[in-house]
């Protein structure tokens, strides 16, 4: 992935909300991040107009208003976040980083068996 796929945090706040809501206007972007932090319209357009630029979203001009897509998947970029983590703060061990993750935050019955599918299928393809 190039560095033209590294979101900001305001930049992927509104991916965020493409991923969830799929294609939308600036206008319903700019009202579901206002559900959770107060910014201006014209704040939230021209975070978009320079993801536009940064590849990140692409922008379909054929209706009045503007429709913007996400151009890169959720997954691709939650994976170059992790790289990132795992090797800038864990020094490249991702067992450091799931002994954090579990041994900090509260885990639920389902992604604990979701994990131990995970290490059994790891361990499976790796015999």
Wanted: no cysteine; aromatic share 6%.
């Amino acid at each position: 992935m190039t560095d033209q796929y590294k979101p900001t945090d305001a930049e992927l706040e509104i991916l965020k909300v493409l991923w969830e809501y799929g294609s939308n206007s600036v206008r319903f972007v700019h009202e579901k991040l206002n559900d959770t932090k107060s910014s201006g319209y014209t704040t939230t357009l021209k975070f978009m107009q320079i993801m536009t630029e940064k590849g990140l979203v692409i922008r379909n001009t054929d209706q009045r208003s503007h429709i913007y897509t996400a151009n890169v998947k959720e997954s691709d970029i939650q994976l170059q976040m992790v790289d990132k983590l795992v090797n800038t703060a864990f020094k490249g061990s991702a067992m450091k980083l799931v002994m954090q993750a579990l041994g900090n935050h509260k885990t639920s019955e389902a992604e604990l068996k979701e994990i131990k599918d995970l290490i059994k299928k790891i361990e499976k393809d790796a015999e």
